[in-house]
Structure formats: structure tokens, C-alpha cells
């Protein structure tokens, strides 16, 4: 690749992103088109001869999607067949009846974590908060005692555990293995979830009284009758991720080795959520009643929002490739290398950063994901740090959900909150959940 003078890299990374940012903020330009753009404006800036610019969007557009374009097709069509199967409902309700009304707060926040693994924070939440609103009316609490412990177990499933979008595209770009991923995201995202899920929650449910909506109200009870079973809901989510984390640890254990070409293969993220999606197909699908021409109709319809997210995502390589390919990733590190900045601790400032100007968490983790990939000698870090320094930027790319996220707006026209009200409580709590991952993140990276 061609030699560029560094202080022009710097100025054309800070013009690209300055207009990638003006065009999402200001412009309201698509996502997409933004980091596109913003790219391309970096390698021009910064002398990239042309072929190299086209040979990085062909690169990043590439790499990206080939190790994650399936993973989220199959997640998606997965998560629908378990709403459509009564599954969340199924959990969230067994988890309250074991744990009472008393600490029912702690069975959503958990219902929430498991749930928006396989399916998206907007259609768990969707599912879900019927229940927290019929616990609040139930035991005349304020909404906010239980909806907040389902928005935190929401977010941390949807943030920091595979096979959600947002850290598989981070691992696929750090080139970890998604085993270490999905090990230290439950260990960062439960200490999140009790911190800001039911201790905030209560503190929320005491100091603001939001009454349940009045057309959930008056709303009669769904037949839990008809629900699938609880063990049969659990055992199909955790089919992925247990074949994907005995890949991992049929490698590091010797006794294991014997096993390792079999999960090798079961384990790899497409065979293992191919299984799950299959599984769920018959079980959930099947022998609940719906034909195949229904599922079909209903995983066809899940892929709908997939290809917006897929492209934002593979345009967040090109931005990867194109800091890398232009050098200025050496510039970055060597930056880096003398401020003696651990990287965990610089890809949760850079995903913070991101997610407090342009609001959506996925622009966030593309972006952080990318400058983060594209630092020399990243491969020679353990797997255990990088899937901290995934985790890192799943915590920055949570933090501060405000008037410019989507999230933000959906959370108070549920929950039927003032935006000052929604501020005080679900932008702290996403705040949290960010903060509290990044530092149990940080204290592993210590012993990795």
C-alpha cells in the first residue's frame, strides 16, 4: 500500500468523520449512506490512490458480511419463531411465578437478558412489558419498579452476548472467537443487569410513580395455558450457545481434544444457530399448530429489517478497511502506544463518543469496531482481551441513550413518560448497564 504523510491522515480522518457525523446528526442523512461517504472522504483527503479506496470498500463490504450476513438472517427468523411461539411469555412467566412478586423485579431482568439474545430489544420489549405492566398493577406499584428491570435485562442481552448483531460483527472484526465472547459478555452483562435492573429499578419505582397505561389497564390477561413449555423454551436459546462456547473449550482443554473436530464444525456460529432455528422451527412451530407455509411467511417477514442492518454494518467495515488500508491505524496505535491507553479502555471511549453524537448503538459499535480492528498488532493480543475489548465497546455503545436514540422514544411512548421522566430513568439505566460492563470488562482485561 502507499505510503501517506501522517499529519494528512490526520486531518482527512477528522474532516471524514466530522462529515460522517454532520450528515447523520444535522442532515439526517441515512446511516448508511453517512459511514459510506465518510469513508470515501477519509481515503480521498488522505491521498489513497484510487484503486485502493476501491479496494477497500470491496475488502470491508466483504470481510464484514461473510462472517456475520448469516448469523443475523438466522437470528432473526430464530427470534420470531419464539415470539410468534408464546416463548418469551413462556419464560418471563415461570421465572415470576418461581420467584414471587416480591423479587419479581429479578425474573424480568433476567427474562429480558435471555430473551434479546435471539430476539431484538424492540420486539422483546414489545412482548415483554404487558407482563411488567400487569405485575404493577397487580401489587400497585409504579411501572418503573418492574419495566426497568426488563429494560436493562433487554439491553444487556441485546449489547453484550451473541448472537445479536452488534458484538458479533465486533468479534468478527477483532477476529475473536466468539465462545470468549459470549464468556465474558454474560460475566460483564449480569453484574450490569442486577446494577441497573432491579437495585435501579427499585430506586426508580420509589421516587417516580408512573401508573400503567390506561388501554393496558383495562386489558385482560393472556391464557398462560397455551404458552409453550419453560424447559423447552431454555434448552432451544441455549442450543447456540453451548455448542459455540465447547468449541472454545474443547481447544484449551486437553482432556477435550478428542472432541474438538466435532464442535469445531456443530460449534461454528452459522451450524450451531442453523440448528437452533431448526430445532425451534418443528418444536415451537410445528407442533404448535402452524403449518410451514406460516413459518415461512413469518421468517420471511423477520428478514425484513435485516438488510438495513446488514449494510450499515458492512459500510462500518469499509471504514475499517479504509483507516487500515490508509494507514492511519498505524498513526492511531503509535498514538495510543505513548498516551500507554489500555485498549479496552480506548474502544469504550470511542464507542461513547459515537453513541452520544449519533445515538444508535449498532453506528456505534460499526464505528469503534472499526478504528479499534484497525490498530497494528491487535492480532497478538489473547482472546480473552479481545472479547474484553468487545464487551468494552458494547458497554460505550450503550451509555447515554438520548433524544437523537431511537430507543429513547420508544421507552417513553410505552411506558407513557414525560422525556424529562424518561432522562432520569432509562437514560440512566442504559448509562449503567454501559458503564457497569466496561468496568467488569476492564478487570478481567487485568488478568488476560
Same mark, same amino acid.
Given at each position: ?13 477528522? #474532516? +471524514?468523520?466530522?462529515?460522517? !457525523? ?17 469513508? @470515501? ?10 484503486? &485502493? ?16 450476513? %448469516?448469523?443475523?438472517? !438466522?437470528? *432473526? ?5 419464539? &415470539?410468534?411461539? +408464546?416463548?418469551?411469555? *413462556? ?33 422483546? !420489549?414489545? #412482548?415483554? @412489558?404487558?407482563?411488567?405492566? *400487569? ?10 419498579? /418492574?419495566?426497568?428491570?426488563? !429494560?436493562?435485562?433487554? =439491553? ?14 465486533? $468479534? ?19 453484574? $450490569?443487569? @442486577? ?29 398462560? *395455558? ?12 441455549? #442450543? ?21 473436530? #466435532? ?8 451450524? =450451531? ?16 399448530? /402452524?403449518?410451514? &407455509? ?57 464507542? =461513547? ?15 469503534? =469496531? ?14 480473552? /482481551? ?7 465497546? $458494547? ?20 411506558? +407513557?413518560?414525560? &422525556? ?11 448509562? %449503567? ?16
Amino acid at each position: 500500500m502507499t505510503v501517506l504523510d501522517p499529519t494528512r491522515l490526520v486531518i482527512a480522518a477528522l #474532516i +471524514g468523520l466530522a462529515v460522517l !457525523l454532520l450528515m447523520i446528526i444535522k442532515w439526517k442523512v441515512q446511516a448508511m449512506i453517512s459511514i459510506l461517504i465518510g469513508a @470515501i472522504t477519509i481515503g480521498l483527503l488522505s491521498g489513497m490512490p484510487l484503486e &485502493e479506496i476501491v479496494a477497500a470498500v470491496d475488502d470491508g463490504i466483504g470481510n464484514t458480511l461473510k462472517g456475520i450476513a %448469516l448469523l443475523v438472517g !438466522l437470528g *432473526s427468523m430464530f427470534g420470531a419463531i419464539l &415470539e410468534i411461539s +408464546g416463548g418469551a411469555q *413462556s419464560i418471563a412467566v415461570s421465572l415470576v411465578k418461581w420467584f414471587g412478586d416480591k423479587k419479581a423485579a429479578w425474573a424480568l431482568g433476567i427474562t429480558g437478558l435471555v430473551i434479546a439474545m435471539p430476539v431484538f430489544f424492540d420486539a422483546g !420489549l414489545i #412482548i415483554l @412489558i404487558p407482563l411488567a405492566f *400487569s405485575l404493577a398493577k397487580r401489587t400497585h406499584r409504579s411501572s418503573l419498579y /418492574y419495566v426497568i428491570p426488563l !429494560l436493562a435485562g433487554l =439491553a444487556v442481552g441485546h449489547a453484550f452476548i451473541p448472537p445479536t448483531p452488534g458484538p458479533v460483527l465486533v $468479534a468478527t472484526m477483532l477476529g475473536v472467537d466468539l465462545g470468549w465472547v459470549i464468556l465474558v459478555g454474560v460475566c460483564c452483562g449480569t453484574v $450490569a443487569m @442486577i446494577v441497573a435492573g432491579p437495585v435501579w429499578g427499585a430506586i426508580c419505582g420509589k421516587k417516580y410513580d408512573v401508573p400503567v397505561p390506561a388501554h393496558i389497564a383495562n386489558q385482560e390477561d393472556f391464557d398462560e *395455558s397455551k404458552l409453550p413449555k419453560f424447559g423447552t423454551i431454555v434448552t432451544i436459546i441455549l #442450543i447456540p450457545l453451548v455448542l459455540i462456547v465447547m468449541s472454545s473449550v474443547t481447544n484449551i482443554v486437553p482432556a477435550l481434544n478428542f472432541l474438538n473436530p #466435532i464442535f469445531n464444525f456443530l460449534g461454528t456460529p452459522f451450524v =450451531a444457530l442453523l440448528i437452533a432455528t431448526i430445532t425451534a422451527m418443528f418444536i415451537l412451530g410445528i407442533r404448535h399448530g /402452524y403449518s410451514m &407455509e406460516e413459518l415461512e411467511k413469518v421468517m420471511t417477514k423477520s428478514l425484513e429489517p435485516v438488510g438495513l442492518i446488514l449494510l450499515v454494518t458492512a459500510c462500518g467495515g469499509v471504514l475499517r478497511y479504509m483507516l487500515q488500508y490508509s494507514g492511519l491505524g498505524d498513526v492511531i496505535g503509535n498514538a495510543v502506544a505513548n498516551m500507554n491507553l489500555p485498549l479496552v479502555v480506548l474502544a469504550f471511549v470511542v464507542a =461513547a463518543l459515537v453513541r452520544i453524537c449519533v445515538g444508535s448503538s449498532t453506528v456505534a459499535m460499526t464505528m469503534a =469496531a472499526g478504528i479499534v480492528s484497525a490498530l497494528p498488532g491487535i492480532s497478538a493480543y489473547s482472546p480473552l /482481551y479481545l472479547a474484553c475489548v468487545c464487551a468494552a465497546v $458494547a458497554g460505550g455503545a450503550t451509555v447515554c441513550s438520548h433524544f437523537n436514540d431511537s430507543g429513547f422514544w420508544l421507552v417513553k411512548s410505552l411506558v +407513557g413518560m414525560s &422525556e424529562k421522566t424518561t432522562l432520569k430513568t432509562w437514560t440512566v439505566m442504559e448509562t %449503567l448497564v454501559g458503564g457497569t460492563g466496561f468496568i467488569v470488562a476492564l478487570i478481567i482485561s487485568f488478568f488476560a
